[in-house]
């Protein structure tokens, strides 16, 4: 399927089994039913599945999205890719480089995160499809997050000519996705502003 990268950004959910509190399949299928805009199963941290449950659970998500018709990305796990038919993969500076990604994956989508100057001029942007921005605000999702780089970082990506879409991430709730927007990205990813909500149709309508 081609999808429409610029519209597929605008609300895009994150998540693993660590960062829920209720079922999962049950959360994703409240948000899509919300209006999220594209998903992607990212099973890493503290208290993440082992590789065969992790598989199971990704099997039952990418289920629920294909039926829905919501794009699938995978986070870094390249060995699910095929495994789960991802609709795209989404990486960090440490995992495959976005170039030996492209080569070996030519159809899929891929989004590559930065946060600093260094890391946009070491990456290969032409072999990615979208940004990720971020850590956009302080977050407990990621306890590896890097240091915020807030919304100037997506407005100084834009005044280098940098004109692939670009969703933020980090720290991202209803409060402050307007912000995010009008900095310049195209949309916003969030975790937990979803996953311990009480009323993810209101969270989702807000973003």
Not at 5 to 31: D, F
Not at 41 to 64: H, V
Not at 130 to 140: D, E, I, K, R, V
């Amino acid at each position: 399927m081609n999808w429409d990268i610029n519209r597929i950004l605008r609300k895009y959910l994150i998540m693993g089994s660590q960062n829920c509190e209720r079922v999962p399949e049950e959360i994703l299928l409240e948000a899509i039913d919300a209006g999220i805009t594209a998903f992607q199963f990212r099973e890493k941290g503290i208290g993440c599945l082992g590789d065969e449950e992790k598989l199971q659970l990704g099997l039952r998500l990418r289920a629920i999205c294909k039926e829905h018709h919501v794009p699938f990305f995978i986070n870094d796990d390249i060995q699910l890719v095929d495994q789960l038919d991802v609709d795209g993969i989404h990486v960090g500076q440490d995992d495959m480089p976005a170039d030996k990604l492209r080569r070996k994956y030519p159809d899929k989508m891929i989004g590559l995160s930065v946060s600093n100057d260094e890391e946009v001029k070491r990456s290969d942007l032409k072999s990615v499809d979208y940004l990720g921005a971020g850590p956009m605000f302080p977050t407990s999702s990621k306890a590896d997050a890097k240091p915020v780089a807030g919304i100037e970082w997506i407005k100084r990506l834009r005044d280098q000519k940098i004109d692939l879409p670009i969703v933020g991430i980090g720290g991202i709730n209803p409060e402050n996705a307007d912000a995010v927007l009008r900095a310049g990205a195209q949309g916003v990813a969030v975790i937990s502003a979803i996953t311990t909500c009480e009323n993810i149709k209101k969270v989702v309508k807000s973003l």
